[in-house]
């Protein structure tokens, strides 16, 4: 019970960083909210985002299974590299975030047993600009 609640405590502020994440974009204050992502990403869930561009899909599979995220955690990840990509522009570190991207809701459904509309939506977004741009 006690694990479950600090596991709850964590989604929660994560959760609450989101939104202060989303509010800095609707200011167009993208850079503090880009620098705000990338924090995220390393104190959060143990990974630069330089780091997880630059990996290939086997490295960040193994990453994903060496941190065991729970459920909730992951869902949270999925929605701060969706955040970082833009389905607009075609870049290398774009196409990257995008396989990883699917990567993390292939691991959210098989792992988990977790699908939810939103996540559909954003999946076939992240596959419709792979095929587009393979």
């Known amino acids: 019970m006690y694990k479950r609640d600090l596991i709850t405590a964590e989604i929660q502020k994560l959760g609450q960083a ?3 994440i989303l509010c800095l974009k609707q200011e167009g204050r993208l850079e503090e909210a880009d620098n705000g992502l990338n ?7 143990g990974i630069l985002f330089s780091d997880l561009v630059a990996c290939d899909a086997t490295d960040f599979v193994a990453f994903l299974t060496e941190k065991n995220f729970p459920s909730e955690k ?6 701060v590299l969706y955040l970082k990509f833009n389905n607009t522009v075609l870049t290398a570190e774009n196409k990257s975030v995008a396989e990883k ?20 939506s954003r999946q076939k977004t992240v596959t419709d600009f792979l095929k587009q741009h393979a």
Do not use: W
Not at 39 to 45: G, T, V
Not at 74 to 79: A, C, D
């Open 101 to 120: 991207l699917q990567l993390t809701y292939q691991t959210l459904e098989v792992k988990h047993h977790v699908v939810n509309m939103n996540n559909l």
């Open 18 to 20: 989101i939104a202060r």
């Open 39 to 45: 924090e995220m990403l390393e104190a959060d869930f």
């Open 74 to 79: 992951l869902e949270i990840l999925s929605q």
